[in-house]
């Protein structure tokens, strides 16, 4: 029995060291994660530890990840690589495991800057912030499945002063919908107004404010909001590559 016992934990040590000395190259490419928009200039090393330098995202540059394989970690019952991201937009960590077409982050933390005009050419040139924390995701070639984690974000409480107003940091939550990544976050002002908004990695995006003082009004309409009943909603499609009302 401990013989048996032995002979399964050294095939099964061996069959976790194969795959953590594969290409990194090689693993990328069998991810899915091509087909969700990702893109890089070089893979170098091994599943076991590896660099991938020139990463993008949809054609936007994100820096570069450093991955470290622990066997420690999945004895723990934990993703086996410890991977660390930096950029010029911002840095993070988590942890995960590669398996087929499938992908496994847990612990996942980061801070992106982005420019606030790229959300909307519309909206002042600032620079601002989103932060996420506790995140856990899983996702295939056919996109996300599962998702959680907190969000914190800045962007609108540092661009409203523009619409003569002062809107606060939202908060909200990860999920998968239709098999995208999506944000949600929400806010109340010290004013009443109430705030919603929803944007997924492929770039669409719906923004709601509701019991807005009327001084703020006209400000929205001419940024490009619509008033659906009392509620001044912004919506941006990728599919036209402009923002645009509904």
């Avoid at 070089?42 to 660099?51: I, K, L, M, S």
């Avoid at 409203?160 to 999506?182: I, M, T």
Wanted: with cysteine; charged share 15%; aromatic share 6%.
């Amino acid at each position: 029995m401990r013989k048996s016992l032995l002979l399964i934990v050294f095939a099964g040590v061996f069959v976790v060291t194969l795959i953590a000395s594969a290409p990194l190259s090689f693993v990328l490419k069998r991810t899915g994660i091509v087909e969700q928009g990702v893109s890089w200039q070089q893979a170098r090393g091994t599943v076991w530890h590896g660099q991938v330098t020139g990463l993008a995202v949809h054609g936007d540059a994100v820096g570069a990840v450093q991955g470290d394989f622990s066997l420690m970690r999945m004895i723990r019952g934990q993703p086996g690589h410890l991977l660390r991201w930096s950029g010029p937009s911002g840095q993070g960590s988590a942890l995960a495991a590669l398996s087929g077409d499938q992908i496994l982050i847990r612990q996942g933390r980061a801070m992106v800057m982005f420019d606030a005009a790229r959300i909307s050419s519309l909206f002042p040139a600032q620079e601002v912030s989103l932060r996420l924390s506790n995140m856990s995701i899983e996702a295939t070639a056919d996109g996300c499945r599962t998702a959680s984690g907190k969000v914190n974000t800045d962007a609108l409480s540092r661009i409203s002063a523009v619409y003569g107003a002062n809107w606060p940091d939202l908060d909200g939550v990860l999920s998968c919908a239709d098999g995208d990544l999506v944000v949600s976050v929400e806010g109340r002002a010290a004013d009443g107004t109430r705030i919603s908004a929803r944007s997924s990695l492929q770039g669409n995006g719906r923004l709601e404010l509701w019991d807005v003082p009327e001084n703020q009004t006209n400000a929205l309409l001419l940024a490009g909001f619509t008033n659906e009943a009392g509620r001044f909603v912004y919506m941006q499609q990728l599919s036209s590559g402009e923002t645009s009302s509904e």
